[in-house]
């Protein structure tokens, strides 16, 4: 999808639209696609960066939370990444992550970068330099592994966490 509007903002500036917009879009794809009941708001919103990527008409296309180092791991993070259905396989899911990787480097500095992937996505995070560095494990009924991106970006993660 060419022509999506980009925006980094903090959670006390998100507006009640883009809120509800994030929330929707986490609840109809992680809660209602994946039928998979979780605690979607964990307090970690209020502490995140949202990167947020919007179609010509205002629609929330996709979304991501990037985190400084300390916050929820001692390397930065990036989490609840999520592409609308209409958005997949139009290279959106890529550009979210080239931006949001990114936008960690330039706001924490040259630091890993930490995620908690859903398994069957672990080829997609690959293409982004992130490898695998825990077994996987069992997240609300789905099975994740623990990745890590060096922050030498010339080396995928050391398979350590």
């Not at 989490?79 to 609308?84: D, E, F």
């Not at 922050?151 to 050391?158: F, M, R």
């Amino acid at each position: 999808m060419s022509d999506l509007q980009w925006n980094l903002t903090t959670f006390e500036r998100l507006t009640s639209h883009q809120l509800y917009a994030v929330l929707k879009l986490r609840q109809d794809v992680f809660v209602v696609e994946q039928q998979c009941a979780y605690p979607d708001m964990d307090d970690y919103d209020q502490q995140a960066a949202h990167l947020l990527a919007s179609d010509d008409t205002g629609r929330l296309i996709a979304c991501a939370r990037l985190f400084a180092p300390g916050v929820r791991f001692p390397e930065a993070s990036i989490g609840r990444v999520i592409v609308a259905e209409r958005g997949r396989g139009t290279g959106t899911g890529h550009e979210l992550m080239t931006r949001s990787v990114a936008i960690c480097q330039r706001e924490y500095g040259n630091v890993d970068i930490r995620i908690d992937a859903q398994a069957h996505l672990q080829a997609f995070y690959e293409q982004h330099q992130f490898a695998v560095c825990s077994q996987p494990h069992m997240v609300d009924g789905i099975l994740h592994v623990t990745m890590r991106r060096s922050a030498d970006s010339s080396a995928a993660g050391t398979g350590v966490c």
